[in-house]
């Protein structure tokens, strides 16, 4: 079995920074990339920002100078560091894995459940 958990949501304030991790644990054989994904209220998940094994990293434009990606492959952990975030940063962020389980596995995306990110006043 595969987990993916992520911890860190919570409520913040306008303009203010919060930091969410994503820990990948189970049988893992090898991580490709890792990520993040949001989901608004009434809204479809998007692409928040993903990074690869090698650190090649790609940010959605909404939060590009704002957010920062990163991983640990030893940990097989990502992160992402939120700052002045934004009413609209208001959504349940979702871990994402693209991993094999063991050698001739091929590489198939895993989810964590989400965790929840307010950012009001």
């Known amino acids: 079995q595969v987990q993916l958990v992520e911890s860190g949501g919570g409520l913040v304030q306008p303009g203010g920074s919060l930091r969410v991790s994503c820990a990948a644990s189970?049988?893992?054989?090898?991580?490709?990339?890792m990520g993040w994904y949001r989901q608004a209220p009434g809204k479809e998940r998007e692409l928040v920002a993903t990074?690869?094994?090698?650190?090649?990293?790609n940010y959605a434009d909404s939060v590009k100078g704002r957010f920062t990606i990163s991983r640990d492959n030893a940990q097989n952990t990502v992160y992402l560091q939120m700052n002045s975030l934004r009413p609209e940063d208001t959504a349940v962020y979702y871990c994402?894995?693209?991993?094999?389980?063991?050698?001739?596995?091929?590489?198939?995306?895993?989810w964590g459940k989400g965790t929840l990110v307010t950012v009001s006043s």
């Open positions: 994402n894995a693209d991993l094999k389980r063991w050698l001739f596995d091929d590489y198939n995306p895993y």
């Open positions: 189970g049988r893992i054989y090898s991580i490709n990339a």
């Open positions: 990074i690869t094994r090698g650190g090649i990293i």
